[in-house]
């Protein structure tokens, strides 16, 4: 299997600009519990000896001293390691047009967005170059590309993975999480990731489940909530009618359906970027051009070298969010942005504290729309708008997965989103495997 990733890898990345920068071939360690599988990371993720860009110019030759902990949990097991996959500059986009390093293209149309900001990674799931991919989810950066590539995202619980050896975007809802082809792939790989780390104060001491046995579980009895807060204006209509379809099976395996409402919902993008950006412009300070990354030549004073090397390294999507997050924390601001943001964060939790008290999970559309052509959102606020659907997990830390449920009629992935209660990730799988439809097998092909 290893094999054939590496080849998939090497032949089609020419075309799609999934990875970065791919590995010389190994072979698998000791026999552990994912022993062969091949395994994309994110380049927002640190790998021991290899480029850590996190698709930016800052850090365009950053080499990284040590692995991140779920890298090494996953090589520890047997993973093998393909390479780093392209994505959004500092995990800071909805298409990967915000790469340092160009765009990733679509392989069900290749003038089409893949999503973001992993987009890399779920390409590289959905064309076999990996088995599992690591992604990050901050806002919905593994459910998106999930839902527009016909693949598999998983976002577990804020804590269930350690974050050390990620280069924080937004630290408080910043999550590791995966792409695959099958379930199955996404459940041994979470079980061999989740657990407390000893060098990541927000991993929760919280026992790990045995999440490939939730595979086979019955899920007769389980209440879904449908939010109507996630079913109004804008969503095409054959990503509604496949959601639909998918709540028809859920009933049919013998799941109750609760119609509910989460009055917050509406503030849900607003909140998140504005505290996202208050966190990224506090995360990005450290890049200063002193004492690691970009350093511009030619600077006269310490000043000029801070503003020249953050003006030369950081792209525009990343500038825009770091002076959007210095604003709100500004003197004169900070209680009307950032402190009321805050107040509805823990309205917004509410909600889903309050949903989970008559259901035990709730399913919704990944996306409003199927995946959209590169240059067809210019507009930040309309590329924004994009994960309407995905940023109350991250805001709530309730796990998340989005799982194909179909194609619209251009041929696109349609993607269905389930979320449970936190540290629940369990159930989340057993109701995911009633709803998955294998669009993959319908893959155009990507041949020479």
Same mark, same amino acid.
């Given at each position: ?48 000896? *290899?480029?850590?860009?996190? @698709? ?18 996953? &090589? ?24 340092? $390093? /160009? ?21 590289? +799931?959905?064309?076999?170059? @990996? ?8 806002? /919905? ?13 998983? *976002?577990? %619980? ?9 280069? +924080? ?34 991993? #929760?001491?919280?026992? &790990? ?11 007769? /009895? ?30 049919? #395996? ?22 996202? %950006?208050?966190? +990224? ?73 309050? #949903?989970?008290?008559?259901?035990? @999970? ?8 199927? #995946? $959209? *052509? ?7 606020? !309309? ?9 109350? !997990? ?34 989340? $799988?057993?109701? @995911?495997?009633?709803?998955? &439809? ?11």
């Amino acid at each position: 299997m290893s094999v054939n990733s590496f080849e998939r890898a090497r032949s089609l990345n020419n075309k799609l600009n999934c990875f970065l920068d791919i590995f010389e071939e190994t072979r698998a360690g000791d026999a552990g519990k994912i022993s062969g599988m091949t395994v994309a990371v994110k380049d927002v993720l640190a790998v021991e000896g *290899k480029k850590l860009t996190c @698709a930016s110019k800052i850090l365009e030759n950053f080499t990284s001293l040590y692995s991140a902990t779920c890298v090494e949990r996953l &090589v520890s097991e047997g993973a093998v390691l393909v390479g780093k996959t392209n994505m959004d500059e500092f995990a800071m986009g909805s298409s990967n047009e915000n790469s340092a $390093f /160009g765009p990733v293209r679509n392989p069900w149309d290749l003038a089409r967005v893949p999503g973001g900001s992993s987009g890399g990674s779920a390409v590289a +799931a959905a064309v076999g170059a @990996a088995r599992l991919a690591l992604g990050t989810d901050t806002g /919905g950066s593994i459910r998106q590309p999930a839902a527009f590539t016909g693949t598999i995202g998983m *976002k577990p %619980t804020y804590g269930r993975i350690s974050r050390y050896g990620l280069t +924080a975007f937004a630290s408080s809802f910043d999550t590791v999480g995966t792409f695959s082809r099958t379930l199955e792939d996404s459940a041994n790989a979470l079980e061999v990731m989740a657990g407390r780390d000893p060098q990541d104060a927000t991993s #929760a001491d919280v026992p &790990v489940q045995q999440y490939s046995e939730a595979l086979k579980r019955d899920v007769k /009895g389980l209440t879904i909530g449908i939010p109507m807060e996630y079913f109004g204006e804008g969503i095409e209509p054959d990503i509604r009618e496949a959601v639909e379809a998918a709540r028809a099976k859920l009933e049919r #395996a013998g799941c109750k359906i609760a119609m509910l409402s989460m009055p917050h919902t509406k503030y849900s993008i607003a909140d998140y970027y504005i505290l996202t %950006t208050a966190e +990224a412009s506090s995360n990005l300070a450290r890049f200063d051009g002193i004492r690691y990354g970009r350093r511009a030549e030619g600077s006269h004073s310490l000043e000029e070298t801070y503003v020249r090397s953050r003006n030369e390294g950081f792209g525009r999507e990343v500038k825009r969010r770091i002076m959007l997050g210095t604003y709100v924390l500004s003197s004169g601001y900070y209680d009307a942005y950032y402190g009321r943001a805050q107040k509805v964060r823990r309205l917004i939790t509410q909600d889903f504290n309050e #949903a989970f008290q008559v259901c035990d @999970a709730l399913l919704t559309p990944t996306t409003p729309t199927t #995946a $959209f *052509k590169f240059g067809q959102k210019s507009d930040p606020l !309309a590329m924004y708008l994009s994960d309407i659907f995905t940023v109350s !997990a991250n805001i709530s830390g309730t796990p998340a997965i989005s799982v194909p449920v179909g194609l619209d009629r251009d041929h696109l992935p349609i993607g269905a989103q389930l979320m449970t209660r936190s540290f629940d990730e369990s159930t989340m $799988f057993a109701l @995911a495997k009633e709803i998955i &439809v294998d669009v993959l097998a319908k893959l155009p092909s990507l041949s020479e």
